[in-house]
């Protein structure tokens, strides 16, 4: 109890500082984290359509397996970004937005050898 107290605390101080804990996020995992990778994946797990998303930003689907944020987004926000890293695969992800980190993640990793095949660009 004493440790969910301590890490409310800190996240509550630092939420409020402007500039972020840490200079990036880079995430990797599966449906849990995936914040769209699988739309710019030839795979069946996908999560572009309804009701996925519906309690997100716009609120239309992103390719979160979940319709709002993730516990990845929480935590993005709660390091002090003000954005979400970007989907690696996603157009979004080039230039000064990936300053911020990227998403690796993949939903289904687990299942298909080919969604978990993500081609990295350095």
Do not use: H, W
Request: charged fraction near 10%; aromatic fraction near 14%.
């Amino acid at each position: 109890m004493f440790l969910v107290f301590a890490f409310a605390l800190v996240s509550i101080v630092y939420a409020q500082q402007s500039t972020p804990l840490v200079p990036a996020m880079l995430t990797f995992g599966d449906s849990v984290v995936d914040v769209g990778n699988n739309d710019y994946l030839p795979t069946i797990f996908r999560a572009n359509y309804p009701p996925y998303g519906r309690d997100f930003a716009n609120q239309k689907p992103s390719g979160r397996f979940c319709n709002g944020k993730l516990a990845i987004n929480i935590t993005a926000k709660t390091l002090g970004f003000t954005t979400y890293p970007p989907a690696y695969l996603s157009p979004e992800a080039s230039g000064s937005n990936l300053l911020i980190g990227a998403n690796f993640a993949s939903a289904g990793s687990g299942y298909d050898n080919r969604a978990a095949s993500l081609n990295v660009r350095f």
